[in-house]
Each structure stands twice: as C-alpha cells, then as structure tokens.
C-alpha cells in the first residue's frame, strides 16, 4: 500500500515553510500521498493542534504517519518524538500534540527521535518540521523501524485537559475550543451525561448565561437563542442559529458550562 | 484510470473537519487522487460555493467527483444528492450548490442519497461531510452505480440566479461574485453583448456610476478609474487597475451594472 | 518517475481559480502528483513571490515542475516563461519571480513560452495561471522539450535586490521578510558575518533601535527584549520570545539593519 502522510502546522502556506517539508517527503519518499490536514492552527496554540487531530487521525487507514509541527520549543531542550497508536503514526514535538491519542490509544508505544542520520542536514535550530519531522515521517513511509530512530520513552508530555465534574444534579464542563462557525465545543461528551441522556427539562448555562435546551440538529432550531446538541466529536457543543455562539455568549475556551437536572 | 475527487467547502482547515473527510476517501477508496478546491467559501454563502464550482468543474477530467459541502441545513430534511453531469459527479446537499451544473449539461441526472449501507456510522446530525457525503464520493470512485445509492429525482433546488434583462439600447446585470483582488464579476455574458460585442462608445454604470470603458486586459488600464473587461469565466468585470474595484465603487454582489449605447 | 508539479500564486482559494489550474493539469497530465505550495502570496507581490519559492524550490526532487503565479501584468506584453535549473522546472510571468533561482543556479536556461498549440483554449486575457502556466506545466511533465515551447531566452526579468554593505566594523542589511510568526527575515547571510561569524560583543539595530543579541534558538530567549538568531534559510533573523518581533520594532519589510563589531 502506498503510504499516506498527512501535515498538520501552524505555519500558514505564505512563508514556503510547508512547502519545503512537502519537498523533503516528495525527494525521500518518492510515492507517498502528502494530504494536508491544516496549516492554519493558531500560532503556537499546542491545544488546538491537539484538538483538531484528535478529530481526523483515526479517520485515516492504518499505517498513516500524522505529522505535527506546533513547536513554541523548537530548538531548546524539548524532545523530538514518534508514537505509535491504533495502528498509525504520530510524530512531532514531545510538547503535548498527542495528549488525546495517548487517552484513546492505551496500546500507545513512543520513541525519542535522537538518530541524526535521518535529519536533513544541516539541521537548523528553528525549522524541525523540514529538517527533522517530515525526513523522520519520510523513514517511516520507507518502512524504517522505530527502534532505529532512538529509544523507547515511556513518558510523553501530556497536557492537563480540562476535567468533567459529573454529579447526580449536575455537570460541571468547559469550552474546550471554538469552531469556524462560532460553535462552542465542550468538554462534556456522551458518557458524561450518563445512559439516559441529558433529559427534556435539563437546564444548560455558559459563562453564568442560562441558553436554551438540547437540539437534535442545527435546523432544528430558530430565533437568536443559544442552543445545545451533540455534535461530530460526541462532544456537547454551544450554537446560535445561523450565528456565532462565541460572539453571541462572549464565550470562548476555558467558560464555564453547567447543566443541571431538576428532575434527577 | 485513478479517479480524482474534489473537494470544496466553507469549512476553513482548522478544526480538523476537511482533515477528517479526506481521512474516510483515502480510507475507503485507497488510491483515489483527493484534490482541495476550496476550504474557503463564505460560511453557509451557498451562492458563493455554486459560483466557484462553475469555474473548475468542467476543467477536470471525466470521471471527476467533485464534493461541495456548503449545507446550512445539515440535518433537516433536506436532501443528500449525487448528480451527474458532462461525464462528471457532484456530490452535496440539494441547497441549490449545483443550480450552475444544470443549467449548464442540459442531460444531468441526479440522485437523492438514501442507502445509508453507504454512510459513515454513526452519521451524525452536524457533519454529513464527513458521514455521508465523503464516503458516498468514496462509493462512485469504487464504482458503484448511482441508482444503487437511492432513487432518482428530477426536482434539485435551483438557486434564483439573477437575470440579466437585454433591451436594444441598454443591458441592466448586477455584481454576482467579487473576487479576492476585488474584481467584480458581473452577470453579463459576451452572448448577452450580442455578436457586435460592446461597442466603442458603451456607457457602463455600476450602483449608479459611470465608470471607464472596455479594455482587453488589466494591464491595459491606467489611473485609478474603474473599468470593464471580459473576464476568465466569460463575463464582464468591473476593475481598477493595481486596486479594488469594490472598494473604489463600494459596491458588492446584488450591485446593480447598466450598459447603454448611445449609437445603437 | 511520476512528475511533481507545485503551484505558488496569490490567488487565494475561495474563487476557484487554483481549482482550475489543477483541474486543466489533472486533465492534461493524468498521474502527475499536484501539491500546494502556497496560494497566500499577498495579492501581486512579486517579491514575496519570489522569497517564499526560493524557500522550498531545492527540497524538491529533480525533475520537478515548480509553477508560479503573481501576475500583476497578466495580458500586457510581459513574456511568460519557463526556466530549467538545477534539475528542476520553473514556469510563470517573467516578471522577477524567479530572481533568486537565476542567483543560485548560474547553469539556468530560459525559453518564452510563445508556441500557443500548448496553451488551453480560448486564452483568456486575464487568467494566464489556467490557460498557458497549468497546461505548459502538464506539457513538461509529458516530456515535452523546452525547445518546442518557444525560443530561448537569455535577459530574463530580475528583481533588484538590496544589497548587504559588508565592511570592516559594520554590516549593514534590510528586512527583506516578515514570517507569519512577525520574525524579520534580513539579506544578511552567514557568508556576510565572515568565517567566525558574529563575535558576542556584536551590536545589532533594528529601524535605529538597538535589539538583543545573538541567540542559538527560539527557546533560548527569555522577556520581551528582542534578539537576533540564524533562521533556517542561513539568513540572519530578528525574533521575539512568544511575540512578533514586526509589532515590537515597529519593522517590515525594508526596514534598516545594522551590525556592529566593537571589538574588531
């Protein structure tokens, strides 16, 4: 099978920064399939980059090599890693990237990236995405074990997610991050709510703000009232229709949700 | 042949959203060549996703699928379709995305999208790109017949195109697109113009003001007075030379453009 | 070998005009591997043009058909071209875009592309990128000599670039590029600081105001102060901890850089 390689940044494209890494796979690994996930993550934002991998890696067939340059650390002391999980390839900085694969993957086995003779050379002190991660994706794709590339590491940096409070008569969450849309994604996802689900009378707040009630579909609803439905992640999402929740609650990532159940 | 699928939204790239339909094709149809149109359409401008899809669609090869996801009413009861077109397949909502295509390939054929086999489970009631649309491109790339996808239909939504009125001494259009260089792509065709072409001494009015004459090329113009031009799709622009022609006029689509000629 | 042809323009995605590039390659070149190199390029700015190409254009493997599309001349009498050098292809207006290419590969040759058997047809006084770029582009990868597509050129269009001013106690440079992360990206190459490179008493201005000094890496830097390091293209860069050194200084593109050596 032709190996799939797909780059997640936050380099923007205007600089020629994700160019020069797609030349460095297209030269060493001549085959591979580049997809371009997204190279428009905030600068430096380590959390959005986690959260929108965590939406597309497992959607990809299994021997994937996910790139992921997000790297305030490039050039100090911070690691260089891959990680196998579920039957793909992860590989970046160790800053906190793979947080949501580590949790879903139990399985996960990582590797520090400390064999130079798959850099390309010479290896600058601010460009790891063209001179380590994409050569490194590059070995992978040609099949090099991961053994080859450095030690096994048992302790990748994970980043401190936000946790849910679930209790009888209510549940405590948070924003987690805002979509193109305006859209609040939460933190609370299916399970939270429990094996009945969240019930007709439930009572929803964000940000101290008392919303509206629990929609099946963005259609579903009318006027300018923030709603909630379970959206794509199977997580609790915040919307307005046709609006932006974001600018509608002055919500964003870190507000408060509550939903309480009166009848519980 | 290697089936080429393209995609065009309003998803912008940084939630992840494209990265996971790209993930359920390159799963699903292993080799299938996938082609980024645009992430950029307005969010929900269905208007603005119909124009830019007429401006490549007929430029692939036959056999194309072309994806467009544009769909405000995820999750209501509009309908999922597939059509075919010049030798090509439209995947998307039935908003009106595809009014162009029809217009366009008289022959079209289209399907609404019912057999859920087809469908990425579970679908959830916020992302049929992900869900329905990507894995049913996914199915015609593998070869699947259409009929096979759910029944036939002969009543797509068609947008409201404005219509462009032709009276001997006066053509009356309006602003249907403005462009990233702030170009205003008019309604008004060369075969509107009549086999003459405009005329030496046209009058062209935009949102009631006159404007330059006809030039053949953006290269041709000086100053800073707006002028017109046939553009690449075969329709009259309004430009300004090294500026925006939006921002000169403050105009935008809907605006209304007037030519007259006085010798006629 | 399958052929690799890039795309660089400043035309945004959102109206359909790098579809159609693509669309008039996939078509005519079936096979050829089409990747994004950017199309964030600011609106006609050649020079940036030029910068971002010059980063990524070597990465890729020989053999390789670099496409570039800023085109504020598009129609005039500007030659459209297509450059061989250092193994790989470059086609677009001649215009300066490949100033910096011409500079690094004495060996390069150029042809005007003049033979229009090879354009696609109508060609549009407007959108040069679809009808005479793309389909060269799918010529060359289909093995088409240079020489059929026009006669050979040696005077191609070169970008003045500013010059560093190397004397015994002072460098001096501009800014010639700002990154999406606000670094300052000078002319001043690590050839122009000499063998021993900048000695750590160096004195560095920026826009007249006096910066921090020499940093191995990003990481190194603590507060606000901002300071100077060797980017990853070898050219001396201005940076700031976690900020934008652009907003700090008050600097872009053109801005002065001085480089004094006290000591000797």
């Known amino acids: 099978m032709v190996p799939v390689i797909t780059l997640l940044t936050d380099f923007g494209t205007a600089d020629g920064f994700v ?12 085959g591979a399939v580049i997809v371009d996930a997204t190279h428009d993550i905030p600068p430096q934002d380590v959390r959005a980059g986690a959260f929108a991998l965590l ?43 793979f947080t949501g694969i580590y949790d879903r993957e139990p399985g996960w086995r990582a590797w520090q990236l400390t064999e130079d003779r798959f850099f390309e050379h010479p290896v600058s002190a601010t460009f790891h995405g063209r001179d380590v991660f994409a050569p490194v994706a590059a070995a992978l794709a040609n ?41 609040l ?39 300018v009232e923030p709603f909630a439905l379970w959206g794509s992640a199977g997580l609790l999402e915040i919307a307005v229709a046709g609006g932006s929740a974001a600018m509608t609650l002055a919500a964003g990532r870190g507000s408060e949700v509550t939903i309480d159940f009166p009848s519980r």
Not at 204 to 217: E, F, H, K, N, W
């Open 19 to 30: 160019a020069a890494m797609k030349g460095v796979i297209a030269t060493r690994a001549r």
């Open 55 to 97: 939406g597309y890696a497992s959607y990809f067939p299994a021997g994937t090599i996910h790139v992921a340059v997000v790297d305030p650390g490039v050039g100090s002391a911070r690691r260089a890693i891959a990680v196998e999980a579920g039957g793909r390839w992860f590989v970046g900085p160790d800053n906190g990237l």
């Open 143 to 183: 099949g090099v074990a991961p053994a080859e590339l450095g030690a096994q590491i048992e302790d990748p940096v994970r980043l401190a997610w936000a946790a849910v409070r679930v209790d009888p008569e209510r549940i405590r969450g948070e924003v987690i991050h805002v979509d193109r849309f305006g859209n």
């Open 185 to 223: 994604v939460t933190n609370v996802s299916r399970r939270d709510a429990g094996e009945e689900g969240l019930p007709p009378d439930v009572r929803i707040s964000v940000a101290g703000r008392r919303i509206g009630g629990l929609m099946s579909t963005f259609a579903e609803a009318t006027g």
